[in-house]
């Protein structure tokens, strides 16, 4: 972790951030999933600090049909930096991610569809776990979506689950 960085975990940052994200107000929770990502995005170190004090849960509880939009474009952004390099960690995040691309927010669906194509790197086993959320007809769906953004990245995921077994295609 960069000094600064490392400076405000050695105080004890991160399980006070963790506790903020079970605030009642938005604002401070929209502050504290930045600062959570800032640190964890620093370094695999701080991504596994921020997790190890399980962060990740209550982020994937505050991404639901009653978040504020704001927050959801914040958190649909922030999700990939707690799941690079693990795809374990990211069958977590995998039926969020597919239920925000129903959203009818282009920044979420871009984050979401984004969060989704960078998911996987095309293993069977990974590939099969994405088509057990359903998301492949949303994804078809979305190829007619306005934004090139969208539709870039929905075909990017396509691409990767047609790359598959006889099974999976």
């Not at 958190?75 to 990939?80: K, S």
């Not at 959203?103 to 960078?118: I, P, R």
């Not at 396509?158 to 099974?167: K, Q, Y």
């Amino acid at each position: 972790c960069r000094a600064p960085i490392e400076e405000v975990i050695q105080a004890g940052v991160i399980p006070r951030f963790v506790e903020l994200l079970g605030s009642p107000s938005d604002d401070v929770l929209e502050q504290t999933i930045w600062a959570l990502t800032i640190i964890a995005g620093d370094s695999l170190r701080c991504r596994d600090l921020v997790l190890g004090h399980g962060a990740l849960l209550p982020l994937l509880a505050l991404l639901n049909e009653l978040a504020k939009l704001s927050m959801l474009k914040i958190a649909t952004w922030t999700l990939p930096v707690f799941y690079k390099t693990s795809f374990d960690r990211a069958k977590l995040v995998l039926f969020t991610l597919a239920r925000l691309t129903h959203s009818n927010d282009e920044q979420v669906l871009t984050h979401a569809c984004w969060a989704l194509s960078h998911l996987f790197d095309g293993t069977n086993d990974q590939i099969q776990a994405v088509i057990e959320t359903d998301v492949c007809g949303r994804l078809v769906k979305l190829l007619m979506h306005p934004s090139p953004s969208v539709i870039t990245y929905a075909l990017f995921i396509i691409g990767h689950i047609v790359s598959g077994d006889n099974v999976q295609t």
